[in-house]
């Protein structure tokens, strides 16, 4: 297929995921194909703040640069006070480390392989907080969705996450540039307790730094991955 062939169905009303398809694999090399295309099976719904959705494929779009992106992972349950209370405190711990930047709060619901998506659930978003519904039930699939981002995690999420046997995907989650918050009542005590525990899975020190940025001293129940 040529440049030719692209353009005549870009002007002949092609459908815009048939058309960004082609025109991704004219561009790709044949080992670039295959994970693209693995993306474009999975598609992602997004709500934005007037509650309505698109299909995404790939990544979160563009954050700008003067943004730090916040992503709070939770099940399909109805939100909870806490959740909201929790995404708030995130964004102001965020914004006191960094002041020259203002945090934006995404909230992702995992939707299981088979299930519904629960509409009463993302109605609660609604004027509120930008949602994305995936299928990504790992941190490490979760970053390749919003790299960049800061994700808000429970202690034991934490501790599972830092543990020996997850030390390569860990690895994988910080060259995508994510950081985590822990949610958690111990505050700067949990953190503590959890580098030694990191530290002594195999992690480096700096490498903890660099992937917890610290923790909010707040109870929550967020999903065991």
Known sequence: MCDNDVEYLRTHRVPPLINYLMTQIMQSTPNEVVPFLADLLEPKQWFDLKGQCHTIHGPIPHISSNTVPLLVPCTQNILPLEHDALAKAAKAFVEQLQPSKVARVFFELYQAEGEDLNHQAVATFKGNYDVVVTRACTFAAKAK?????????????????????????????????????????????????????????????EEFNKLVLGCIPMQMELPEL
Do not use: T, Y
């Open 145 to 205: 969705l919003f790299p960049q981002h800061c994700i808000i995690i429970s202690l034991s999420n934490a501790k599972q996450i830092l543990s020996h046997e997850h030390l390569s995907d860990l690895r994988a989650i910080a060259r995508l540039g994510c950081s985590f918050i822990v949610a958690d009542p111990q505050g700067r005590a949990a953190v503590r307790h959890l580098a030694i525990a990191a530290i002594s899975a195999g992690l480096l020190e």
